[in-house]
């Protein structure tokens, strides 16, 4: 069974400019999480969609931060602007619900550095 | 508000002796708890978890952790430690009743060891 995939693995920018990631979840999993991961934190949850609705977007940044899931597999993160403090690693991970009894399985995260 | 402390940063152990990393968390019900793994360059995986019932859980790689309500703990353990055990750990919450699956993670341990 096929991982979580994340591109890019790395990436760097300046600040002021644009930045997309992308997201493809374990193939059936209905939902999926984007965490962001600040060196020396641990993941905060940024997104959580179901299927293609959101379920929890509380902690995501609107004002330059935005995601969607379209036909309800894979994802992008996008960030516009981007600020110094968005250097971190951000994850994606998928799980088959919603509930916190199943499982969520990670991808190996793009490391962001901001410039 | 739920919340994770792990109060040890970094933690040094001999190959072959026990470890004992802790988790202290806060949270207004009961909880659903989580140890997971971080190698470098690597996405998180899931060690174990605890829902409910026997208190002392078992997990992958020879990992246990024992749930102490009273004294809000999720401790990890390990009798022998292997230098491939060497990786940031994280202990996370989640909440147990509704659809919502949002982890709250602590902020690490980095468990180095020494051969």
């Known amino acids: 069974e096929a991982g979580v995939a994340q591109s890019p693995r790395y990436k760097i920018i300046e600040k002021r400019q644009s930045v997309a990631f992308w997201c493809n979840p374990i193939s059936g999993h209905a939902t999926l999480y984007w965490y962001q991961q600040i060196l020396g934190q641990g993941p905060k949850l940024l997104i959580q969609?179901?299927?293609?609705?959101?379920?929890?977007d509380s902690q995501l940044p609107k004002d330059r931060f935005s995601a969607e899931r379209l036909k309800g597999v894979d994802s992008t993160l996008k960030i516009q602007p981007a600020k110094l403090e968005d250097s971190a690693v951000y994850l994606c991970?998928?799980?088959?619900?919603?509930?916190?009894?199943?499982?969520?399985?990670f991808g190996p995260g793009t490391r962001l550095t901001v410039t | 508000a739920q919340s994770v402390t792990q109060p040890d940063i970094h933690i040094t152990v001999s190959e072959g002796a026990s470890l004992e990393l802790r988790c202290n968390y806060s949270y207004g019900a009961t909880p659903y708890l989580f140890w997971y793994v971080q190698s470098p360059g690597q996405g998180l995986q899931l060690l174990l978890k605890?829902?409910?019932?026997?208190?002392l859980v078992q997990g992958i790689k020879g990992f246990e952790a024992e749930f102490k309500r009273s004294q809000s703990s999720f401790n990890l353990r390990k009798p022998s430690v292997h230098w491939s055990d060497a990786a940031e750990y994280f202990c996370a919450v989640g909440p147990y009743t509704g659809t919502a699956s949002k982890l709250t993670f602590g902020t690490g341990t980095r468990l180095q060891v020494t051969l």
């Open positions: 605890y829902f409910s019932g026997d208190t």
């Open positions: 969609f179901q299927n293609n609705g959101v379920v929890d």
């Open positions: 991970a998928s799980s088959p619900g919603t509930h916190s009894s199943y499982e969520q399985y």
